[in-house]
């Protein structure tokens, strides 16, 4: 089934755009706009490359063009947290802001609102997709970047039992393992593998994004035996190594599209007022992704 055609772009046309380093792999544009069309607004949106030592400038720019809206991904959400002018409760907890809504503010200037719709959108993703229930599970999680320590932070709110933390840089996976013994002191934590079995292992590095990754997965340490269900953020491929490799060893495995998803849908919720079209905007992801 065709999907509606967006309205001629126009002096009225409202835009959103995505800012990211690398960004050419990005599905979000594919997603949002046939959101828009769906429901008819004459809305677009892009993406652009924009360097780490430009993000506050391009921020600043997209408020003064009158954007209705920007997502962020790598590297920018840890970044973009002083870059705004308020944090609305979610990206307050998180420490993260992946998606901004330029809004009059109480003194009725526009101002640069940032949230984070990437935590939530990776618990419905595990919960649809994997079968996972986070509350008493034990978890292994790769990276301690922006996406890193998001996931960790949600997983200790979500109540896992065990937390395990690894990253190149020890250093970072510390820092961690520091703040969520400090406000989820209920959660038992560490940094290094784990040597028994686990329920879920979550790649939150962007290692697989390239064909020639080394894989985020050190396999002297832990082997994929070790745990039933392996989940690697990033969407493109669709099967990275490291999944491949998890099915062959027979692990229920997903891939990002499904966070992706889910923060999308929230995301376009904030911007636009209006219910998300989630399931013409998973079909945008799937062809675009997966080419059918």
Not at 200 to 218: F, Q
Not at 223 to 234: G, H, K, L, P
Request: glycine share 8%.
């Amino acid at each position: 089934m065709s999907q509606p055609a967006q309205p001629a772009i126009n002096a009225a046309t409202r835009l959103c755009a995505v800012y990211g380093s690398p960004i050419a792999h990005s599905a979000s544009p594919a997603m949002h706009n046939a959101a828009f069309a769906a429901l008819g607004l004459d809305w677009r949106y892009l993406a652009f490359e924009v360097d780490p030592k430009n993000l506050r400038t391009a921020i600043l720019g997209a408020k003064a063009m009158g954007f209705a809206g920007l997502n962020l991904t790598v590297p920018h959400k840890l970044l973009a947290v002083d870059m705004v002018d308020a944090l609305d409760d979610s990206a307050k907890k998180w420490g993260a802001v992946n998606t901004i809504k330029f809004e009059a503010g109480p003194d009725g200037k526009i101002r640069a609102f940032g949230f984070n719709t990437d935590a939530e959108g990776l618990a419905v993703s595990l919960e649809q997709d994997l079968d996972i229930e986070l509350a008493g599970s034990q978890v292994l999680l790769l990276g301690a970047g922006g996406a890193g320590r998001t996931a960790a932070l949600k997983f200790a709110e979500a109540g896992v039992e065990e937390l395990f933390l690894v990253n190149r840089t020890a250093s970072k996976a510390e820092e961690i393992a520091v703040e969520i013994s400090e406000r989820y002191a209920h959660v038992k934590v560490a940094v290094g593998y784990p040597k028994t079995k686990i329920d879920l292992l979550v790649n939150a590095t962007s290692l697989g994004l390239k064909p020639d990754d080394a894989s985020p997965l050190d396999g002297k340490y832990f082997s994929f035996a070790q745990t039933r269900a392996v989940y690697d953020m990033i969407y493109r491929p669709a099967e990275t190594k490291l999944l491949a490799a998890a099915k062959a060893a027979g692990c229920k495995t997903a891939n990002g599209l499904g966070m992706l998803l889910w923060q999308g849908a929230r995301a376009f919720v904030i911007w636009t007022g209006k219910p998300a079209p989630v399931d013409v905007m998973r079909r945008a992801l799937e062809q675009n992704i997966y080419g059918h």
